[in-house]
């Protein structure tokens, strides 16, 4: 349980429960039968009703009883900006004064929300502005939910259809409050995604990512973005824990496990990991692999050590993949103009989940 409380101490937020999780709490905390708990699990989650009086069904004496021992939380969009392709940025405002952003991203019959697990974050990838800050804390299981509480009133009536963790933070290095999220997200008396519209985006945590395949219900992106130990050293400073080799293996572990591909995020950088050795060596590492790679071109900014490579150099290392057989795509940026990409959508890519 990712906050514990009986009726006696603190108030239990249930955004941060998953739904097991309330019945459980129901059934032993508030002396309820079975199955009451998950009945106010799909008010919460399924219906989004954030007020137990409305929760209709529900006798008087157990909704009161929920209104002594429980809190439902909120978080509110200080901030949000339209880019001139459709993409909003918002910003959330968190009880302790710090804010993280979420992203929501329309596509042709589809809306993705990027949602973030950290504010800040640890792992210094040198293509990402939040990196730069450095961590300041996790976000809690209830914060993640309230982004997709708060973000669906934004998408100008169209539902959340995908849900990337590719916002602000290493989701992996939040496991277990990421974890109750997905379990929330991914459940049918939760949100109701099907574990396929969850995409998971990491650095590379490579135990982490064994984990995962076996306790997660949810889609895999990494950002793998060099072939080399050398650059991706350079790049991405959780390849000095993590090499190239040790990566590699977990993503095998994980299509093993869970019988699912994965998506390879390669960020391409000027003359850094753009050149057709690269893409040879990619082809190496990835043969076998049940995989798509999406490729994208680093977004430059002030004081960034890295250029972006032309559009004649992203197709052509586009295009050998495709030659030999791999699935690769030039993904677009999104939100550019305002800024939109957060954590590694900073690299300027649209989702890595199909619709
Ligand atoms: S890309 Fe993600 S993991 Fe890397 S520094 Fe940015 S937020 Fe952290």
């Known amino acids: 349980m990712t906050n514990t409380a009986n009726h006696i101490g603190i108030p239990v937020d249930l955004k941060g429960l998953t739904p097991q999780e309330i019945e459980r709490f129901c059934a032993e905390e508030l002396g309820q039968k079975a199955g009451q708990g998950t009945r106010v699990a799909v008010w919460l989650f399924r219906k989004t009703v954030e007020d137990i009086d409305s929760m209709e069904d529900l006798g008087k004496s157990f909704r009161k009883l929920l209104k002594e021992c429980c809190t439902i939380s909120s978080l509110t969009v200080e901030q949000q900006t339209t880019s001139e392709d459709g993409t909003i940025k918002l910003l959330y405002g968190l009880e302790d004064g710090n804010a993280v952003e979420g992203v929501l991203i329309p596509g042709s019959g589809r809306l993705t929300l990027c949602i973030s697990s950290q504010v800040g974050c640890a792992s210094g990838c040198g293509f990402c502005r939040t990196g730069e800050g450095g961590f300041i804390r996790n976000l809690t299981t209830a914060e993640m ?38 379990e929330i997200a991914a459940n049918r008396f939760g949100l109701g995604f099907s574990g396929k519209k969850i995409t998971l985006s990491t650095c590379g945590l490579a135990p982490m990512i064994e984990k995962m395949a076996e306790e997660m219900d949810v889609s895999l992106a990494v950002s793998l973005s060099a072939t080399t130990d050398n650059v991706r050293d350079r790049i991405m400073p959780i390849n000095k824990a993590y090499p190239i080799a040790r990566l590699m293996q977990a993503l095998r572990y994980y299509c093993d496990r869970t019988g699912r591909s994965v998506t390879i995020e390669y960020v391409l950088f000027k003359d850094i990991n753009d050149s057709d050795e690269d893409a040879e060596r990619l082809m190496e590492l990835l043969k076998g692999l049940p995989c798509m790679v999406n490729v994208l071109t680093f977004n430059p900014f002030p004081d960034a050590a890295f250029e972006r490579p032309d559009e004649e150099r992203t197709y052509a290392f586009r295009n050998m993949l495709l030659n030999n057989g791999f699935v690769a795509v030039v993904r677009d940026s999104r939100g550019k103009d305002i800024h939109a990409a957060c954590g590694q959508l900073r690299a300027a890519s649209t989702p890595a989940n199909g619709s």
Do not use: C, D, W
Not at 166 to 181: A, D, I, Q, R
């Open 145 to 182: 939910v309230n982004q997709f509480f708060s973000a669906r009133k934004h998408g100008g009536g169209k539902q959340i259809s995908n849900i990337v963790l590719m916002g602000t933070g290493e989701p992996l290095n939040n496991y277990e409050n990421v974890k109750s999220f997905v």
